[in-house]
Nanobody
Framework: QVQLVESGGGSVQAGGSLRLSCVASRYTVGSYCMGWFRQAPGKEREEVAA???????RYADSVKGRFTISRNTAQNTLYLQMDSLKPEDAAMYYCAAAGGSRYLAFCQNYSYWGQGTQVTVSS
């Protein structure tokens, strides 16, 4: 079965950076849409960034210009580079992979999810 394993979370001060990684097993990174989501306590899960099979990306307005989603198909890994972190970025971050959507306009339904990695940002 498909397995997504996130890493790279941690505790940083505001203004700092983290890079999250998501290693996929039994799933080919780059074949379909993949994304990063986050959920803070008491809040709904939200999409942070997505990338489609041809490399097009989109970002939540709250992270534009600060976060970058990318992938390394040779390492079968998805990344999220997070710079200029703010306290409001603190959340559990999840990697997600689609089972059939290839293009950004259709990157909405994700079939596979990782267990998450915690990001804490102190002011």
């Amino acid at each position: 079965q498909v397995q997504l394993v996130e890493s790279g979370g941690g505790s940083v001060q505001a203004g700092g950076s983290l890079r999250l990684s998501c290693v996929a097993s039994r799933y080919t990174v780059g074949s379909y849409c993949m994304g990063w989501f986050r959920q803070a306590p008491g809040k709904e899960r939200e999409e942070v960034a997505a990338i489609d099979s041809v490399g097009k990306t989109r970002y939540a307005d709250s992270v534009k210009g600060r976060f970058t989603i990318s992938r390394n198909t040779a390492q079968n890994t998805l990344y999220l580079q997070m710079d200029s972190l703010k306290p409001e970025d603190a959340a559990m971050y999840y990697c997600a992979a689609a089972g059939g959507s290839r293009y950004l306009a259709f990157c909405q339904n994700y079939s596979y999810w990782g267990q998450g990695t915690q990001v804490t940002v102190s002011s």
